[in-house]
């Protein structure tokens, strides 16, 4: 099983509508959940970062740890065409652990006008 | 602007050759890091510093090395055995915290590395 799965999709849906990308994760010592947001040839931009279950929201994007169930989220709300991009989930453990940067395979979003 | 610089945006590199690709970053972050990104695969940890004159590999380091004489650079040269290194080239730094590893990391915009 590897350690974080994300659905790679593609994913497209109409402007306005609701998004949800979700990733699994195994290692129950990750404590620390990310979400990059990367277009095409750019690097990764950071979207959402929380260490703690439960949701967090900022603008149109809702981040959501559910520690339990090793199971994280990002939903947008009122998609836009410029959030066609792909989405990456990272996770890592805290100071004393792994210093790694886990990431899953990253979901390719497209936002039609 | 503070930020991460990634040089030159596209390489292309010979059979046998070594090529270097430059990052250099002005957010005073302590820990630097190189990424790989393959179609399919995700980014993967190449090598990574958390402070000057010392550094440690990731999963794939085999083919590659680094330096990090400087706090603000970090470059990475793809060496001739590594045999297939045409790839999205990321470097990422993260500022060290009460708890080091409490902070986000931080990207460059990349370079494609290709064979000629």
């Known amino acids: 099983q590897k350690e974080v799965e994300q659905d790679p999709g593609p994913l497209s849906v109409p402007e306005g509508a609701i998004v949800s990308l979700n990733c699994t994760y195994s290692n129950s010592a990750f404590q620390y959940f990310m979400w990059y947001r990367q277009y095409s040839r750019k690097g990764p931009e950071l979207l959402m970062y929380t260490y703690s279950s439960g949701n967090k929201e900022d603008g149109r994007f809702t981040a959501q740890v559910d520690k339990s169930s090793k199971y994280i989220s990002l939903f947008i709300r009122d998609s836009q065409p410029s959030d066609s991009a792909t989405y990456l989930c990272a996770m890592s453990e805290p100071k004393g652990g792994s210093e790694k940067l886990v990431f899953g395979k990253g979901t390719k979003l497209t936002v039609n006008p | 602007d503070g930020g991460i610089t990634q040089s030159p945006k596209y390489l292309f590199r010979k059979e046998g050759q070594n090529v270097t690709l430059s990052c250099e970053q002005n957010?005073?972050?302590?820990?630097m890091y190189w990424y790989r990104q393959d179609p399919g695969q995700g980014l993967r940890l190449i090598y990574y510093?958390?402070?000057?004159?010392?550094?440690q590999k990731g999963d794939i380091a085999e083919g590659y090395s680094v330096s990090r004489e400087k706090k603000e650079s970090f470059p990475l040269t793809v060496t001739s055995a590594q045999k297939n290194p045409t790839a999205f080239y990321l470097c990422?730094?993260?500022?060290?915290?009460?708890?080091?590893?409490?902070?986000?990391?931080?990207f460059g915009d990349g370079t494609r590395l290709s064979i000629l």
């Open positions: 957010l005073n972050h302590d820990a």
């Open positions: 990422a730094s993260r500022r060290r915290g009460g708890d080091y590893s409490n902070q986000p990391q931080h």
């Open positions: 510093s958390q402070i000057v004159n010392d550094f």
